[in-house]
């Protein structure tokens, strides 16, 4: 018997074809050429320079004389490549996990919504950047800016079918016409998480657990990231010993969340406007600076809601374990109108970027619905900015490729044989790349490429032992396996 061939030994043989070993009987060699895609050959348009296809050449073959559609995305949108895929998904999972670890329940909406649950009255920089429009039904729709109005349409929905406390959790795509910065894009996806049911501050200071878990998780520490956190009541409380009519309130609060947006004589103009007295603007100014929770109740006292439901968040912080991630700061007021109570936003300490995740207490927005109003609190948290603070600390993970094991037959009239080899691996939980009408030298280098665990070369001397030759391509070594031992 002639000894068993090696791998390097097939490198220099030629794979077989069944056809070519009958070729005495054939007038015809057997012969499969390759094809190449060649990128160069594609003529990449910019956004700005797209020609418009007339309908003859939108009908028509292409070739020579037509023109090629733009392959960029539109303006401020994104594609997912493998690599980019992979992050994302690695990202979806650790807000899931995140979210499971707090007993959250995941939920979906549309990504299409009815234009009226998303247009307020308040003067809300987000009701300028819908994407909305007429359905060919007459129907006014618009891709969700945001996630919350659609989780509250969810719940009213649901009716008493739902049991409170509601702890929901989803990853969904929202979509805003805004000026493109680092880390803003005109769509992008959102981790929420929102709870209804639940008067008491414990219900916001679960949350904020959550986001400081998931930087956890993603080697993100306090020092590189803090929570910003302040009240709604807080401005209510200084517009009433302002005696400031109520019904400003929110339109006030929609002004002050443009401070370090705007100049201050700008956001005084916009407050004056509105009707606000100077000296009010000024004492507005004024508890704004704050940073202090001590400075804070000695302007508005301890006895109010805004100082108090501050305070038992602190607290609460330091029996979770994450006081040192949050702060007091007196000017985050968060731009939604429908905020009402205590409100919260993630920062990186070097102030290289926008707003990580925000959030607060919303205990009136579904009356703006038509329906009763339950107790609600939630967070958004986008996939952009993170991803830009994780490449900043040079925090993100080695996402390559993986493939347990390549099958790859070495004659044609194996291929059969290699499936089935391919098939039963993957029933057992292995991914597997089933490889054919390659050179063995190619296959070597595409192992390598996709980091492949092993190679399984399926021969003829091999499988008439019922074995199959298979390549650790960690350590090197090779030996023989017998078929149903192969796992």
Known sequence: MSAVPTIRQLLVRPRLCSTALNSSSSPFLSYAPSLHFCPS??????????????????????????????????????????????????????????????????????????????????????????YNFEDKGGRRVVLRPEITPSLARLVIKQGKSASLPLKWFTIGQCWRYERMTRGRRR???????????????????????????????????????????????????????????????????????????????????????????????????????????????????SEGEAVSEL????????????????????????????????????????????AICGGGRYDRLLSTFGTDDIPACGFGFGDAVIVELLKEKALLPDLSHKVDDIVFPLDEVLDGTASSIASSLRKKGRSVDLVEDKRLKWVFKHAERIGASRLILVGNSEWERGAVRVKNLSTREEFEVKIDELD
């Open 41 to 130: 050959s594609l003529r990449v348009l910019s956004s700005s320079s797209s020609p418009t296809l007339t309908q003859e050449e939108a009908d028509g073959p292409v070739g020579k004389g037509s023109s090629l559609i733009d392959v960029n995305p539109p303006r401020g949108t994104r594609d997912f490549p493998p690599d980019d895929m992979r992050l994302r998904s690695w990202l979806f999972q650790n807000f899931r996990e995140v979210s499971r670890i707090l007993s959250f329940e995941e939920v979906d909406f549309p990504v299409l919504e009815s234009e009226a649950l998303f247009i307020r009255k308040a003067g809300e920089e987000i009701t300028q950047q819908l």
């Open 187 to 301: 769509e992008h996806y959102q981790w929420n998480m929102d709870i209804f049911g639940v008067s008491k501050v414990r219900a916001e200071a679960e949350l904020i657990q959550a986001v400081v878990l998931l930087f956890e998780r993603l080697g993100i520490k306090s020092s590189d990231v803090g929570i910003r956190v302040s009240s709604r009541k807080v401005l209510q409380a200084v517009l009433q010993m302002y005696a400031i009519p109520e019904n400003l309130f929110t339109q006030v609060c929609v002004i002050v969340d443009k401070l370090g947006k705007i100049t201050r004589e700008e956001m005084e103009k916009e407050l004056v406007s509105l009707g606000v007295s100077t000296k009010a603007v000024n004492g507005i100014i004024e508890v704004l600076s704050l940073k202090s929770l001590s400075k804070l109740e000695e302007v508005l006292g």
């Open 311 to 354: 305070k038992k968040l602190f607290s609460l912080a330091e029996s979770y374990g994450y006081a040192d991630w949050i702060c007091f700061d007196a000017s985050v007021v968060r731009g939604l109108a429908y905020y009402t109570g205590i409100v919260f936003e993630a920062f990186d300490r070097q102030g290289k970027l926008r």
